[in-house]
């Protein structure tokens, strides 16, 4: 596999499930990035890790929980989702926070 | 706070000809990219072409070119020659070079792009 992959692509989830997201880049890259993608709206940057620190959360709701056990992997555990947080769900990576950001194909979120 | 407006929801251009998108952006910071992103209905973001502030020539990358209007703020990406695979959905971002922040894309809401055969 090349680039930056996620998994699951689709996902149907109820409000009190527990479920993770999980993005694998094979790109060497140091920084990775979770954007949340609703319709109309603008995409929304979550969380960003660099070295496997996280040095940005975007006010996001704790029922959202990332975890980055190394820069080739990043996680979205979800729990006690909202309707609302329905989206598409879209990881990066970049060799670093200041160079150009590469995406997955994203997972396509519904939480009934 | 930086903002980055797309003002056209959608646009339409016949195969082979040329279309220019439209991207402005607010920002009190010299130092920054620009970017044009691409996302087809296969949902993948795929990078087009990108514009470091500080560089007065336009970026171009092959049948993408951009206008790079850096005191009017502007940023538009001009199609040319298009093709059926272009149709995609075309955001426009913006990211600060220096700062805690610097690797924050902001993203425009996006404009739809359909090519007519």
């Known amino acids: 596999e090349t680039g930056v992959t996620q998994t699951p692509r689709h996902l149907v989830m109820g409000m009190t499930n527990k479920k993770s997201l999980k993005c694998e880049q094979h790109?060497?890259?140091?920084?990775m990035y979770w954007y949340k993608q609703s319709a109309k709206k603008p995409l929304e940057l979550m969380f960003v890790?660099?070295?496997?620190?996280?040095?940005e959360n975007n006010s996001v709701p704790s029922r959202f929980s990332p975890e980055c056990p190394n820069s080739s992997h990043l996680f979205l555990h979800l729990h006690t989702l909202q309707p609302e947080d329905s989206a598409l769900y879209l990881c990066?990576?970049?060799?670093?926070?200041?160079?150009?950001?590469?995406f997955g194909p994203g997972t396509r979120l519904l939480v009934l | 706070a930086q903002t980055v407006t797309q003002s056209q929801p959608e646009m339409s251009v016949q195969e082979a000809e040329t279309v220019t998108l439209s991207c402005t952006y607010d920002?009190?910071?010299?130092?920054?990219?620009l970017f044009w992103y691409k996302q087809p209905p296969s949902r993948q973001m795929i990078l087009v072409i990108r514009q470091e502030a500080y560089k007065q020539q336009n970026a171009t990358e092959n049948r993408f070119s951009v206008n790079f209007q850096k005191a009017a703020k502007s940023f538009s990406l001009k199609i040319s020659d298009s093709q059926l695979g272009d149709a995609a959905m075309y955001f426009c971002a913006y990211r600060a070079n220096y700062g805690g922040s610097q690797g924050n894309l902001i993203f425009g809401k996006g404009t739809k792009l359909s090519v007519k055969p």
């Open positions: 920002t009190s910071e010299s130092d920054y990219y």
């Open positions: 890790y660099n070295f496997k620190e996280q040095t």
């Open positions: 990066a990576s970049s060799q670093a926070t200041q160079e150009t950001q590469y």
């Open positions: 790109l060497g890259h140091n920084a």
